[in-house]
């Protein structure tokens, strides 16, 4: 496991190839473990698979996708989550590799799903008021998610008031659309008030804390802002030494 925790941390930094060693290491121990670690050896699969990705090594990264998708049998929430991880890493190679209409469809589809099943939950709601008529049909798809996500929002904000998990993570996911339509601006202050709700939870020194403001660092990178950006990622990179 700590082999496993810190290539967590080579992958926080980029240095994929260090990440690589360790999360091979992990599965060489799991591995000799099978009944008890069985979760363990997939995920490793999956992360090999995905710092193979970062390494630019397509090929190795498929390969261990498909050791993952053999064992993978999806019966838990977390195996789910594995397979659906393994997926896009799939596809992104197969994008890397030239075939960037299957990477495109990919996520036009789940962004399609994602749009049918919250309209589900707010049946009669126009999710199509304010869209920018200049907008590409495909960033339309992402302010049509952005309106239902507030939807979304405001239900949890009726239901359980202004401090709370779910709330965080509204902010959040609310975040990272805006971010998917270009608005970086907009996202940073959904981060921002997803950091406001953490903080009042959990404190300071938590790892939902330490994953917002690697949030936040990204949205900095996205706008252009590489001081923002590296500012932020030191500060998630402290609380996360602190709890590791």
Same mark, same amino acid.
């Given at each position: 496991?700590?082999?496993?925790?810190?290539?967590?941390?080579?992958?926080?930094?980029?240095?994929?190839?260090?990440?690589l060693?360790?999360?091979?290491?992990a599965?060489a121990?799991f591995q000799?473990?099978?009944?008890?670690?069985?979760?363990?050896?997939?995920?490793?699969?999956?992360?090999?698979?995905?710092?193979?990705l970062?390494?630019?090594?397509f090929?190795?990264?498929?390969?261990?996708?498909?050791?993952?998708?053999?064992?993978?049998?999806?019966?838990?929430?977390?195996?789910?989550?594995?397979?659906?991880?393994?997926?896009m890493?799939f596809?992104?190679?197969?994008?890397?590799?030239g075939?960037? %209409?299957?990477f495109?469809?990919?996520? &036009?589809q789940?962004?399609?799903?994602e749009? @049918?099943?919250? /309209?589900?939950? =707010?049946?009669?709601?126009?999710?199509?008021?304010?869209?920018?008529?200049?907008?590409?049909?495909?960033?339309?798809?992402?302010y049509?998610?952005?309106?239902?996500?507030?939807?979304?929002?405001?239900?949890?904000?009726?239901?359980?008031?202004p401090?709370h998990?779910?709330?965080?993570?509204?902010?959040?996911e609310?975040?990272?659309?805006?971010l998917?339509?270009g608005?970086?601006?907009?996202?940073?202050?959904?981060?921002?008030?997803a950091?406001?709700?953490a903080?009042?939870?959990?404190?300071?020194?938590?790892?939902n804390?330490? %994953?917002?403001?690697?949030?936040i660092? &990204?949205?900095?990178r996205?706008s252009g802002? @590489?001081?923002? /950006?590296?500012e =932020?990622?030191?500060?998630?990179?402290?609380i996360?030494?602190?709890?590791?």
């Amino acid at each position: 496991h700590m082999y496993y925790r810190l290539a967590n941390y080579f992958v926080r930094v980029y240095d994929y190839k260090g990440a690589l060693e360790c999360n091979e290491n992990a599965l060489a121990i799991f591995q000799k473990f099978p009944d008890d670690c069985a979760i363990n050896i997939l995920d490793s699969y999956a992360c090999i698979a995905d710092c193979y990705l970062g390494l630019g090594k397509f090929t190795e990264a498929i390969h261990y996708v498909k050791e993952a998708q053999k064992i993978n049998k999806e019966e838990t929430n977390e195996e789910i989550f594995i397979a659906e991880k393994c997926e896009m890493i799939f596809v992104a190679c197969l994008s890397a590799m030239g075939n960037h %209409e299957v990477f495109a469809d990919y996520f &036009n589809q789940s962004v399609e799903k994602e749009i @049918l099943d919250l /309209s589900k939950q =707010f049946p009669g709601y126009d999710f199509n008021a304010d869209i920018p008529e200049n907008a590409l049909e495909e960033t339309k798809r992402y302010y049509r998610l952005v309106k239902l996500k507030e939807a979304v929002l405001k239900r949890d904000k009726e239901k359980h008031g202004p401090i709370h998990p779910d709330i965080m993570h509204d902010y959040k996911e609310l975040g990272n659309t805006w971010l998917s339509c270009g608005e970086q601006d907009k996202a940073i202050q959904c981060f921002e008030n997803a950091l406001n709700v953490a903080l009042e939870i959990y404190g300071e020194v938590d790892r939902n804390v330490y %994953e917002i403001y690697e949030e936040i660092a &990204n949205a900095y990178r996205s706008s252009g802002d @590489l001081e923002k /950006s590296i500012e =932020f990622f030191l500060k998630s990179m402290e609380i996360y030494q602190k709890l590791h």
